[in-house]
């Protein structure tokens, strides 16, 4: 079982910054892939960002390539997003996931980030 808490969500305005943070507890944390995912009102959850387990590869959608850094700290059980340059279409909230595949998947309970024109 992994318990997931994200915290840094807020109201930002554009062109500002925001530093997501999840942090797991529970065991094995190290052997979990994690991911951002996040949904806006009416639209589907969607990924944001991914990491495999040791951190040496990492994935974004087109829409925040080069604005967006997922980082984890297997040492203290943690996954970040650092988010930059942020716009308005990035507002909705954002939920972390711990992704083993075929084996178990799990989510925290989301926070908010509002990006204002």
């Known amino acids: 079982q992994v318990q997931l808490v994200e915290s840094g969500g807020g109201l930002v305005q554009a062109g500002g910054s925001l530093r997501l943070s999840c942090a797991a507890s529970?065991?094995?944390?190290?052997?979990?892939?994690m991911a951002w995912f996040r949904q806006a009102p009416g639209k589907e959850r969607a990924l944001v960002a991914a990491i495999n387990w040791s951190g040496d590869s990492t994935h974004y959608v087109d829409s925040v390539k080069g604005r967006f850094t997922i980082s984890r700290d297997n040492a203290k059980n943690t996954v970040y997003l650092q988010m930059n340059s942020l716009k308005p279409e990035d507002t909705a909230v954002y939920y972390c996931?711990?992704?083993?595949?075929?084996?178990?998947?799990?989510w925290g309970q989301g926070t908010q980030v509002t990006v204002s024109s």
């Open positions: 996931n711990a992704d083993k595949p075929g084996v178990s998947s799990y």
């Open positions: 529970g065991r094995a944390f190290s052997s979990y892939a």
